[in-house]
């Protein structure tokens, strides 16, 4: 089978989508595959893979400045000699609406994965998200054929605008928009149970929609070595760490402001790059604890793997933001305790692995890490979790589910 991915970031941009994607591809090569990647060009990277195939772009700034693929009219009909089999887009923007052209002028089957909800980025970006809600709101008829998605405001909120109100207004209205594309494809694949009712019922979400979590390698980061880290650790030292783009939808902040609440001995490894480094390093001063934030900054996925392995408990501090972090996977596969604070994440988390804050603040996040962290019987037990629970998440489990999934539709298709 000729597969397909079109994404909107790849390799060697480091995140989530991309490392979901990449381990899928290599899953789906081990069983005999060929799969293609489409994506972006990357600045300063030059591919060798020939296999995957970077188009012309140009620079946008959401959240980064980072590359935009160019699409124009006519760009599908030079995928036709490709003769795909199936095309799975990994992104409802741009290279998402490629895909949806692709497979429609082959014939054959679109896959998309709906991997979260970029409105919700609202208070950080609201320039850059309500532009690009009105962007997709125009381009989407257009390049789907579709009926028009519009704002639903009852006519009682328009009086008393309140920014909660205009957020709640502009998040259901990007549902709906995400779920539009989805329904002009064959079928929609979910990572989380509680983003596929949202799809659903908020969306309006009406072709087939299977919950399909990420997937990793387990092996990659169960054989990793805690004595390969670059990071030092000294005797009675403990690690908390937390592996994730460093801006506000992440809440570092909650977590520099935790070690206000915690021991000397507890140290914060932040691994990733972005634009509230800046701002986590001036908190860290405020509150005297700057000496014990280690700043990793951007690091390949096998120095990644050894620190997971050198720490004692993973964190992340998203608060209804994220969806499936693929982070928890490769921490459970590494064995390593989660201590987190969205209610509404479950994939990968089990009392037998993780621990739910009562709260987002520092404090709140301070209790659990010391609930996990002065137990030591329940800290190895948590490790023992991890390492079960996320043999769940093997990629060779879900690419297999993957196939069985396209199968399917080229057999309906025929």
């Known amino acids: 089978m000729r597969i397909a991915f079109f994404i909107d970031d790849y390799l060697p941009s480091v995140h989530g989508v991309a490392t979901s994607t990449a381990a899928f591809r290599r899953a789906l090569e081990d069983l005999g595959h060929e799969v293609f990647i489409v994506a972006p060009k990357a600045e300063g990277h030059i591919e060798h893979d020939d296999h995957i195939i970077r188009l012309s772009s140009s620079k946008y700034y959401v959240f980064d400045s980072r590359e935009m693929a160019n699409i124009y009219p006519g760009l599908a009909k030079r995928f036709d000699a490709y003769d795909f089999d199936v095309v799975h887009s990994q992104t409802q923007f741009s290279l998402g609406v490629l895909a949806h052209s692709v497979a429609k002028r082959q014939g054959i089957p679109h896959v998309t994965t709906i991997h979260t909800l970029y409105t919700e980025l609202i208070d950080d970006y609201p320039v850059a998200i309500v532009a690009g809600l009105l962007a997709v709101s125009f381009a989407f008829p257009v390049a789907l054929k579709s009926t028009p998605v519009l704002p639903r405001v009852h006519r009682d909120s328009i009086k008393h605008l309140r920014r909660s109100t205009i957020k709640a207004a502009l998040s259901r209205h990007g549902w709906r928009l995400t779920a539009a594309f989805a329904n002009k494809c064959d079928a929609c694949l979910a990572p989380s149970q509680h983003l596929a009712q949202i799809l659903i019922h908020d969306g309006g979400l009406s072709i087939p929609c299977t919950v399909l979590p990420n997937g990793i390698d387990t092996a990659f980061y169960r054989h990793a070595r805690a004595e ?3 990071i030092p650790k000294e005797p009675g030292q403990r690690f908390i760490i937390c592996v994730a783009r460093l801006s506000p939808e992440k809440r570092q902040i909650a977590l520099v402001e935790s070690l206000a609440h915690l021991p000397d001995p507890v140290r914060l490894i932040l691994v990733g790059g ?10 860290a001063e405020e509150l005297g604890v700057a000496h014990r934030v280690v700043f990793a900054g951007m690091l390949p996925p096998e120095q990644v793997a050894t620190l997971l392995k050198q720490a004692d408990v993973f964190a992340l501090a998203s608060y209804h933001f994220d969806n499936q972090p693929m982070v928890f996977l490769e921490a459970s596969a590494a064995g390593l305790p989660i201590v987190y604070c969205d209610e509404r994440m479950t994939e990968c988390l089990t009392e037998r692995n993780a621990v739910l804050a009562s709260g ?13 962290l002065g137990d030591e019987a329940r800290l190895e037990s948590l490790r023992s979790g991890a390492l079960e629970v996320s043999q769940d998440f093997d990629v060779a489990t879900a690419a297999g589910r993957l196939i069985d999934l396209y199968t399917g539709l080229i057999e309906a298709r025929r």
């Open 228 to 230: 390969d880290s670059l």
């Open 274 to 283: 972005g634009p509230s480094e800046a701002e986590l390093r001036r908190r």
């Open 360 to 372: 987002i603040t520092g404090e709140d996040l301070a209790r659990a890490f010391n609930e996990v």
